[in-house]
Every structure is written in C-alpha cells, then in structure tokens.
C-alpha cells in the first residue's frame, strides 16, 4: 500500500489536504446519539492521527495504524496521542472500549472476505457491551470514468491532480488513479484500491462478529447514501466471550 499512494510517503501533505474532512465530528455525534456516557474509544487504520486528535478532545484514545510510516508521522506532529502500529485484522491490545471506529474509508483497504471477517472479530474483541462501532466507509462504487483535475494547495505550490475511477464488479474494487503534476514541475502517478462492501454485505459482517447496524448516514448525517456511509452498529452484550 505505502508504494502505490502518493499521500501515504507524505504525511504532512495527506493532513494537509485532509484538512477540511469533518469525519471526527460526524463520528462524534453519532456517537453521542447512542452513547453520551462514553469514555474511551479506539480507532483501527486511524493514520496520521488526524480525526483522532479531534476525537480525543471527548475521549480517552487508542489509534492502531498498520504503516510506520503514518505512525512515525502521528508521533512527531501529536505527541500526546497513544498512536501504535498495528494490523486492524490481527491486533488485540488486550482491553475493551466504550466506543470502536474505523473511519475515513480504512477498511476498505482490506479487500480479501475472510480478511474483512477478520477485521470485524477485532472489532468485537476491543468493544465493551453496548458499545458503538462506528465506520466511514465506500458503500456503493464510483463509476464515473471520465477523468477530473483539480488544484490543490500544497507548502511548496500549487500541484495539480487528475483523478480516474475505475470498477471492477468481479472484486467490488474501485481504483482511483490520480496524476499529479507537482510543483516542481515533477510528476506523479499513484493509485488507491478500495473495496466496497454494500450495505447488506457490511450488514452481513458486523452481525456475524455479534453487531447489530442501527444507521447508516451519509457524511451530511441524512440518506440517501453513498458512495460514502456512516454505519453505526451496536455491539450486543450477549455474545461476549471473555
Ligand atoms: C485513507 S487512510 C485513513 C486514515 C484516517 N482514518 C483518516 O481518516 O485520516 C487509511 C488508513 O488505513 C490504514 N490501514 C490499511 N489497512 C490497515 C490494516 N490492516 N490495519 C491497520 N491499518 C490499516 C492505512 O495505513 C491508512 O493509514
């Protein structure tokens, strides 16, 4: 993953351009909508700590990111963050919290079923009774081929990116590919592989791993969804193992 996205060599440049994403509160507020009372929330595939240092405003915090890279990156830029490497589908950092999330489409990056199902059985590992598992994740493929180019800020200029989205129905895998033209004049291809997982089949996952999905918003906290939701589910209290 590290070598085909460009943001992901670049850190400081990925929060930068992901400055104006309001995932954390629309992540908060789902989350005081169910639970006012919590406490202490983990986020798996949570980056360079972007949403995570907004969550952490109103919760105790553990974010778990699979690159060190985003890792190394969190530490230096938001040193009061519990921010650890790991992988979202085999991690157990041995305690349950009051609130799960997987936002800012992370668990798209995982595309295998069995891996998927993986990732949900951490979920449930790290919930408390009752507890919210909310995810941002693509529900429904982009398929618009033609390609859009936009300008983006960057510290060293402006850079210009071209963006192509590609579907596969076989591996529900949208691909963006994006071209960039940097300030340098250098350019840049990268591309970012995502699964999509329709709602009945996210529906599907999160109640073989024991939760039950409440909602599903888009970012605007209102349907209809997609490409991109807000499932909210419930952890039930019942099929905790130990
Ligand atoms: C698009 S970024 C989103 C980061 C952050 N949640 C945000 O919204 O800014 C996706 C993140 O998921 C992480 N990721 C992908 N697969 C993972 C896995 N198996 N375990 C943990 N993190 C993973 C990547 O390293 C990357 O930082």
């Known amino acids: 993953m590290e070598a085909t996205n460009l943001l992901y060599r670049d850190p400081a440049l990925y929060d930068l351009l992901q400055s ?29 700590g972007r949403d995570l240092e907004i969550l952490a405003k109103c919760f105790e915090c ?21 921010v650890r490497i ?35 059985a951490t979920f449930a590992a790290h919930a408390r009774p009752d507890a919210p598992l909310v995810l941002c994740s693509p529900v429904a ?10 300008t983006v800020d960057t510290p060293r200029g402006p850079a210009t990116v071209t963006i192509r989205h590609e579907w596969d129905l076989r591996t529900q895998i949208n691909t963006m590919h994006r071209h960039w033209v940097l300030p340098s004049g250098d350019e ?3 591309e970012i592989r995502r699964r999509v997982l329709f709602p009945r089949e996210l529906e599907r996952c999160a109640n073989d791993a024991g939760f039950e999905i409440l909602d599903m918003t888009d970012g605007r906290g209102a349907g209809p969804i997609g490409p991109t939701a807000y499932p909210l589910a419930r952890y039930m209290s019942s099929v905790i193992q130990g």
């Open 20 to 48: 104006d994403s309001t995932g954390a509160e629309m992540c908060q507020a789902l989350i005081e909508s169910h639970r006012p009372d919590a406490r202490t929330l983990v986020d798996f595939g949570c980056g360079t």
């Open 62 to 82: 553990i974010g778990v990111d699979l690159q060190p890279g985003m890792v190394d990156y969190a530490h230096q830029a938001r040193p009061g963050l519990d």
């Open 86 to 120: 790991g992988d979202m589908r085999t991690v157990r950092l041995g305690k349950r919290m009051d609130v799960v999330t997987c936002i800012g489409n992370s668990l798209a990056y995982v595309h295998d079923n069995n891996e998927i199902s993986q990732v949900f």
């Open 141 to 150: 493929p982009i398929t618009r081929s033609e390609p859009n180019t936009a």
């Open 188 to 190: 840049a291809r990268d």
